[in-house]
């Protein structure tokens, strides 16, 4: 049974709108969550993160907002651009007494120029 | 050489073979891990080394064997595979071991396919 789950296997965007990304995970006892970004033949690479004390991260173009209730979070780009086009991975961890990672299937975003 | 560095790039092997896929961090990092990439399948940890001891292993069957000699060189030994452990092996590397909070810094990668 999947704990991290990404339902969407690909999204294609227009360049300069909005991307959303989303995550849903099982386990309430995940505190801690990230999103990593994969390009072809590259490892994946850190892109950001949120605790559950949070309910929104920005960097950049980049925000993670996370509903604790409904055990939801989601990676939002703003403007997207064509070299955002990649493999999106959320992951999610209980931050007490562990040190694993659960990974989603990932989500292939396309921008389109 | 900075980061997380994987070698092979790609590898095929027969399912008799013994083949050996490496990774070394130049990062100053405590911990490291290896991860397996199937198509349309989450991420799934098999081994995690903390300080070159072995905290964890996650199930893995025994055709698959790490080696960790110091904290910045980590070995994933391969022998009779099946063909359905062609994947992408990742390695990947993290200062703090309990839940890094900035997460892991991986390799490319290892693409492996057993023929």
């Known amino acids: 049974d999947q704990q991290v789950k990404q339902n969407s296997p690909s999204l294609s965007v227009q360049e300069g709108r909005i991307s959303i990304l989303n995550c849903d995970y099982t386990?309430?006892?995940?505190?801690?969550f990230l999103w990593y970004k994969k390009y072809p033949a590259e490892g994946p690479t850190f892109l950001i993160s949120?605790?559950?004390?949070?309910d929104k991260n920005e960097d950049g173009r980049f925000t993670v907002f996370l509903n604790k209730s409904a055990k939801h979070l989601s990676l939002h780009i703003v403007p997207s651009q064509p070299g955002d086009s990649a493999v999106y991975f959320c992951?999610?961890?209980?931050?007490?007494?562990?040190?694993?990672?659960?990974f989603g299937t990932g989500t292939r975003l396309k921008v389109l120029a | 050489e900075t980061g997380v560095t994987q070698t092979p790039r790609h590898l095929v092997m027969g399912m008799t073979n013994k083949k050996s896929l490496k990774c070394e961090q130049h990062?100053?990092?405590?911990?490291m891990y290896w991860y397996k990439q199937s198509a349309k399948k989450p991420l799934e940890l098999m081994f995690v080394?903390?300080?070159?001891?072995?905290?964890e292993n996650n199930s893995v069957p025994s055709r698959f064997s790490p080696e960790c000699p110091n904290s910045s060189h980590l070995f994933l030994h391969l022998h009779t595979l099946q063909p359905e452990d062609s994947a992408l092996y990742l390695c990947?590397?993290?200062?703090?071991?309990?839940?890094?909070?900035?997460?892991?810094?991986f390799g490319s990668g290892t693409r492996l396919t057993v023929v």
């Open positions: 990947a590397s993290s200062q703090d071991p309990q839940a890094p909070l900035y997460g892991y810094t």
């Open positions: 386990n309430s006892m995940f505190d801690y």
């Open positions: 949120i605790s559950s004390i949070k």
């Open positions: 992951a999610a961890s209980a931050t007490s007494g562990t040190y694993k990672y659960i």
């Open positions: 990062l100053g990092h405590n911990a």
């Open positions: 080394y903390n300080f070159k001891e072995q905290t």
